[in-house]
């Protein structure tokens, strides 16, 4: 297995909603991300796990908090998000957060806020 | 401050032309450098990377140029094709602290016509 499969790939949610987005991944990697990416433009950085441990958190705003249960998952929580968080959040793994290994990005989960 | 620059934003070939994209960095303690293609609605794919103690990878019809000393790196598409339609964005991998990052270029929008 050679992918990082996120669900739903769709979400619509209202601002009072929570929600979550899933993320697995059988590559044994032991690092993994979140992105979120903005239409025509590249992908930003959220946050990082290292071996199940947050090891990077890039100033975001306490409504988006991550999870990573066990190595294979990682899940993002949602609460009172703001129709500006419309966004694609794509997910990320690779072999070790410190060495040079490329990145697997899954498809992404395309959330509308409304 | 970690950043990297990409051009053009935009870029029209010929089938069977060379698309080329130009990539420059400022942070000298990047030491991985990826190409990454995106179609609309996915997640990036990693197409190609290079790490800079090489000069030159090439993988098919995708050829990464790096030149340390400028501080600059480069994709060439050979005999381009409509199935290359995509948007390219090359990234820069640094450590920092207990983990790494990931920064992206701004992308580049390719339309390969008939």
């Known amino acids: 297995d050679t992918e990082v499969t996120q669900t739903p790939k769709h979400l619509v949610m209202g601002m009072t909603n929570k929600k979550s987005l899933k993320c697995e991944q059988h590559?044994?990697?032991?690092?993994m991300y979140w992105y979120k990416q903005k239409a025509k433009k590249p992908p930003e950085l959220m946050f990082v796990?290292?071996?199940?441990?947050?090891?990077i958190n890039e100033s975001v705003p306490s409504r988006f908090s991550p999870e990573c249960p066990n190595s294979s998952l990682l899940n993002l929580h949602l609460h009172a998000l703001q129709p500006e968080d419309s966004a694609l959040y794509l997910c990320?793994?690779?072999?070790?957060?410190?060495?040079?290994?490329?990145?697997?990005f899954g498809s992404g989960t395309r959330l509308t806020v409304v | 401050q970690q950043q990297v620059k990409q051009s053009p934003q935009s870029l029209i070939v010929q089938k069977g032309g060379i698309s080329i994209i130009n990539c420059a960095y400022e942070?000298?303690?990047?030491?991985?450098f990826p190409w990454y293609q995106q179609f609309p609605g996915k997640g990036p794919a990693l197409l190609i990377a290079?790490?800079?103690?090489?000069s030159e990878k090439k993988e098919g019809r995708f050829t990464i140029s790096f030149n340390k000393s400028a501080k600059q790196f480069s994709l060439h598409i050979m005999d381009s094709q409509p199935g290359d339609s995509a948007t390219y964005f090359c990234?820069?991998?640094?450590?920092?602290?207990?983990?790494?990052?990931?920064?992206f270029g701004t992308g580049t929008r390719l339309q390969v016509t008939l």
């Open positions: 990320a793994s690779s072999q070790g957060s410190r060495a040079n290994y490329g990145y697997t």
């Open positions: 590559m044994g990697h032991r690092a």
């Open positions: 796990y290292s071996y199940e441990k947050l090891s």
């Open positions: 942070n000298t303690a990047f030491d991985y």
């Open positions: 290079i790490r800079p103690d090489v």
């Open positions: 990234a820069a991998r640094g450590n920092t602290g207990t983990a790494s990052k990931l920064t």
